[in-house]
């Protein structure tokens, strides 16, 4: 089975912090994405990344950056958490034609 | 451009009756197509998909979808809801691997649906 994991199921954290939320898959993967689940707007693409050191911007980007130093692992960073970035934020993982979702991190940006 | 909309927001069905989830999608591509479900503080799970084989698609639990090109729509249906069927589902498009586009791989989810099942 596919495995993909996020390293916190929660999160609270301040205004203006830096945060790290990690996503490592086990299938080899090239392909990983970031997503962020608002309720009625259903997922949108932060990011994704085709290879290690590679990255493309999705659907909303802006104030985002992420990091792909290890092709298991992709990390998505909020270079100053705001309040409107209290969301969901998932992580998946391309298999051959399907994407394998972690279970979420819940982040509360205060 | 690819886009997917979901019809209804919210859906509730008795125990023992069939569910019917509607989406319409609209594609440059030939598209795949994928429904998933999200239960209660869990990740999403796939449930099922179409990639150019089979218009009638049967996932897990029971549950199957139709791929109409004429209607372009993607139903998702189960004869008998349970109550474990509870959940938030998403239908998907996405442009298949075959395409050569820097798009490859990337998802368009629908703003999902509420399915209520009541005793």
């Known amino acids: 089975d596919v495995k993909v994991t996020q390293s916190s199921r929660y999160l609270v954290k301040r205004t203006g912090e830096k945060v790290f939320l990690e996503c490592v898959q086990d299938m080899d993967h090239e392909n990983m994405f970031w997503y962020r689940q608002d309720p009625g707007l259903g997922l949108r693409l932060i990011y994704f990344?085709?290879?290690?050191?590679?990255?493309e911007k999705g659907d909303i980007p802006e104030g985002y950056s992420v990091s792909r130093e290890k092709k298991e692992r992709f990390s998505l960073i909020l270079e100053s958490a705001s309040t409107n970035q209290t969301s969901m934020y998932l992580c998946a993982s391309l298999g051959a034609d399907t994407q394998y979702f972690g279970p979420g991190t819940r982040l509360t940006v205060l | 451009a690819q886009s997917v909309t979901q019809l209804d927001s919210h859906v509730s069905v008795s125990e023992g009756t069939p569910v019917l989830l509607r989406c319409n999608y609209s594609?440059?591509?030939?598209?795949?197509l994928f429904w998933y479900v999200q239960h209660p503080n869990k990740g999403l799970q796939l449930l099922l998909k179409?990639?150019?084989?089979?218009?009638l698609v049967k996932g897990i639990n029971g549950f199957e979808a139709e791929f109409k090109k004429s209607e372009t729509s993607f139903h998702l249906t189960k004869p008998s809801a349970h109550m474990s069927d509870a959940a938030e589902y998403f239908c998907?498009?996405?442009?298949?691997?075959?395409?050569?586009?820097?798009?490859?791989?990337?998802?368009?989810f629908g703003a999902g649906t509420q399915v209520v099942v009541t005793p």
């Open positions: 998907v498009v996405s442009i298949p691997r075959i395409m050569t586009t820097d798009s490859w791989g990337k998802l368009q």
């Open positions: 990344s085709y290879d290690v050191k590679m990255k």
């Open positions: 594609s440059s591509y030939s598209p795949s």
């Open positions: 179409y990639t150019s084989a089979a218009t």
